[in-house]
């Protein structure tokens, strides 16, 4: 079945709206507007967490309504209800006219059509009962418990969503998505003595559970969040100081999303609030520094078929050797800057407007083999996975908490470190890339990226890193 065809239960068999009244309703509600959609949304969702040996918690929602956009210039009129009719929607085309500038406006012309599934739109929260997903998270305490008696706390988390969407304009074919999105963490605390240290690893992606309740899967996590905790368990004081770093592959793409991604945004180039405002075709990283958003990739977290004014994903180069090509745009701020729109537009649901938001974003891979990068450092850092960290998008300035990294010594990994954040500026930092590796890897699906009080799923990646010149901060004495 079709997208459109089992929204078309969702929305209007189950809720007995009429398709045809709604496109008059919309059509009344955007003429001399410049643009505009009305977005209906139907979701489950469930989260069980796991710990102590029992179930801490267990949520499980249901969630439906809509949004109605009006757009005239830069103002934006945005009405929404957790009520699916037509009166509903009636009154909130009442608001969002109240939005209209005064000019003349000729609605933009709908996104193009898109036939592409990047994902199933089989609902992962009615593969396994209740019992079933409990007794897999216990089975992932018991093995946790058992790989090291130093092992003090376990926490497992099982979460799920089913996401169905539609979008309507006047006198156009709806675009209509269904979305799935799993994910399963584990967080484990070790002891030795009085200090106490710990580790984390997850995954998920556009997929159903069956995947998670593979042994070979939860236990990959599991063995990897006990080895980050016992690697934090031995390391040493981080030094401080202006050295060479070097990012791992895969998760530390989060600094890239963070630090340069947002710059990126249409939004805040639209606004000249960004680092990156006006230097389109412009050097703003070293050479072979090339940056792609891509929401074509199949079951990943970040990917979409559609965003959510309806455009179709697609590839977007941000950055291709070194020179700036473009941003991410969504419909408004295309418009208003003479560019076309790239598929960026998301929201986290009905209740919010779309803005321009990365899907997944990642660095291409370098020729370079990552034990060469490795061994060409005299003295520096070895930054494998981070946590936290604060971007200040107008000046590109930021600072990132490293969760595990290390010292390399004589072009060989040394003792990890603990403490140790990366403190810099995100254009700036990519004239210090010096050398890329062949190892491009994507992160393993847990990414969820906050903007304006909006959080959506996404996904980040890079190939291992040399950077020079990048300021240290430590806690060595």
Same mark, same amino acid.
């Given at each position: 079945?079709?997208?459109?065809?089992?929204?078309?239960?969702?929305?209007?068999?189950?809720?007995?709206?009429?398709?045809?009244?709604?496109?008059?309703?919309? @059509?009344?509600?955007?003429?001399?507007?410049?643009?505009?959609?009305?977005?209906?949304?139907?979701?489950?969702?469930?989260?069980?967490?796991?710990?102590?040996?029992?179930?801490?918690?267990?949520?499980?929602?249901?969630?439906?309504?809509?949004?109605?956009?009006?757009?005239?210039?830069?103002?934006?009129?945005?009405?929404?209800?957790?009520?699916?009719?037509?009166?509903?929607?009636?009154?909130?085309?009442?608001?969002?006219?109240?939005?209209?500038?005064?000019?003349?406006?000729?609605?933009?012309?709908?996104?193009?059509?898109?036939?592409?599934?990047?994902?199933?739109?089989?609902?992962?929260?009615?593969?396994? +009962?209740?019992?079933?997903?409990?007794?897999?998270?216990?089975?992932?305490?018991?093995?946790?418990?058992?790989?090291?008696?130093?092992?003090?706390?376990?926490? =497992?988390?099982?979460?799920?969503?089913?996401?169905?969407?539609?979008?309507?304009?006047? @006198?156009?074919?709806?675009?209509?998505?269904?979305?799935?999105?799993?994910?399963?963490? =584990?967080?484990?605390?070790?002891? +030795?003595?009085?200090?106490?240290?710990?580790?984390?690893?997850?995954?998920?992606?556009?997929?159903?559970?069956?995947?998670?309740?593979?042994?070979?899967?939860?236990?990959?996590?599991?063995?990897?969040?006990?080895?980050?905790?016992?690697?934090?368990?031995?390391? =040493?004081?981080?030094?401080?100081?202006?050295?060479?770093?070097?990012?791992?592959?895969?998760?530390?793409?989060?600094?890239?999303?963070?630090?340069?991604?947002?710059?990126? !945004?249409?939004?805040?180039?639209?606004?000249?609030?960004?680092?990156?405002?006006?230097?389109?075709?412009?050097?703003?990283?070293?050479?072979?520094?090339? =940056?792609?958003?891509?929401?074509?990739?199949?079951?990943?977290?970040?990917?979409?078929?559609?965003?959510?004014?309806?455009?179709?994903?697609?590839?977007?180069?941000?950055?291709?050797?070194?020179?700036?090509?473009?941003?991410?745009?969504?419909?408004?701020?295309?418009?208003?800057?003479?560019?076309?729109?790239?598929?960026?537009?998301?929201?986290?649901?009905?209740?919010?407007?779309?803005?321009?938001?990365?899907?997944?974003?990642?660095?291409?891979?370098?020729?370079? +083999?990552?034990?060469?990068?490795?061994?060409?450092?005299?003295?520096?850092?070895?930054?494998?996975?981070?946590?936290?960290?604060?971007?200040?998008?107008?000046?590109?300035?930021?600072?990132?908490?490293?969760?595990?990294?290390?010292?390399? !010594?004589?072009?060989?990994?040394?003792?990890?470190?603990?403490?140790?954040?990366?403190?810099?500026?995100?254009?700036?930092?990519?004239?210090?890339?010096?050398?890329?590796?062949?190892?491009?890897?994507? &992160?393993?699906?847990?990414?969820?990226?906050?903007?304006?009080?909006?959080?959506?799923?996404?996904?980040?990646?890079?190939?291992?890193?040399?950077? &020079?010149?990048?300021?240290?901060?430590?806690?060595?004495?």
């Amino acid at each position: 079945m079709s997208d459109l065809a089992l929204t078309d239960d969702l929305f209007f068999v189950r809720t007995g709206m009429d398709r045809r009244k709604l496109e008059r309703i919309v @059509g009344e509600a955007l003429a001399g507007m410049d643009d505009g959609e009305l977005f209906l949304e139907w979701g489950q969702s469930e989260m069980l967490v796991f710990d102590d040996g029992r179930i801490k918690s267990a949520a499980f929602d249901q969630s439906q309504g809509f949004g109605l956009r009006a757009l005239s210039g830069e103002s934006c009129g945005y009405a929404h209800a957790s009520e699916l009719s037509e009166e509903a929607i009636r009154r909130a085309a009442t608001t969002v006219r109240a939005v209209k500038t005064g000019a003349g406006g000729t609605l933009a012309l709908s996104p193009p059509g898109s036939n592409r599934q990047l994902y199933t739109d089989a609902n992962p929260l009615g593969g396994f +009962d209740f019992a079933t997903k409990t007794k897999l998270l216990a089975d992932i305490d018991a093995y946790a418990r058992s790989k090291d008696p130093r092992v003090r706390q376990v926490s =497992v988390s099982l979460g799920g969503q089913w996401q169905a969407v539609r979008i309507v304009r006047p @006198g156009s074919e709806d675009a209509a998505d269904i979305r799935p999105l799993v994910r399963l963490n =584990v967080s484990i605390v070790v002891a +030795d003595g009085d200090r106490m240290e710990s580790g984390s690893s997850g995954a998920g992606g556009r997929v159903e559970y069956h995947r998670y309740f593979d042994p070979a899967q939860w236990r990959r996590q599991v063995d990897e969040a006990l080895r980050q905790a016992l690697v934090n368990l031995g390391s =040493v004081p981080a030094p401080a100081g202006e050295m060479v770093v070097v990012l791992g592959p895969g998760w530390p793409g989060v600094m890239l999303h963070e630090a340069v991604g947002h710059g990126l !945004e249409g939004d805040f180039n639209r606004k000249k609030t960004s680092a990156f405002s006006g230097l389109i075709g412009t050097r703003v990283a070293s050479p072979g520094v090339t =940056v792609v958003d891509d929401g074509l990739m199949q079951d990943r977290r970040g990917s979409l078929t559609i965003d959510d004014e309806g455009t179709p994903t697609g590839t977007t180069v941000l950055i291709e050797d070194g020179i700036l090509k473009g941003y991410m745009q969504d419909r408004l701020n295309a418009r208003l800057m003479g560019m076309r729109p790239t598929g960026n537009g998301r929201r986290q649901g009905y209740g919010y407007a779309p803005m321009p938001r990365m899907t997944n974003t990642y660095m291409l891979a370098g020729d370079k +083999d990552p034990q060469e990068v490795l061994q060409s450092v005299k003295r520096g850092l070895y930054a494998v996975n981070f946590g936290g960290g604060q971007v200040d998008i107008t000046s590109g300035k930021f600072v990132f908490s490293a969760s595990e990294a290390y010292l390399i !010594e004589d072009g060989k990994i040394g003792p990890a470190v603990k403490g140790a954040t990366l403190i810099g500026n995100g254009p700036e930092a990519l004239k210090k890339v010096t050398m890329i590796a062949n190892d491009l890897k994507l &992160d393993d699906g847990v990414g969820t990226c906050g903007k304006d009080g909006q959080g959506v799923p996404v996904g980040v990646g890079m190939p291992t890193v040399r950077m &020079d010149g990048i300021t240290v901060g430590g806690t060595a004495a």
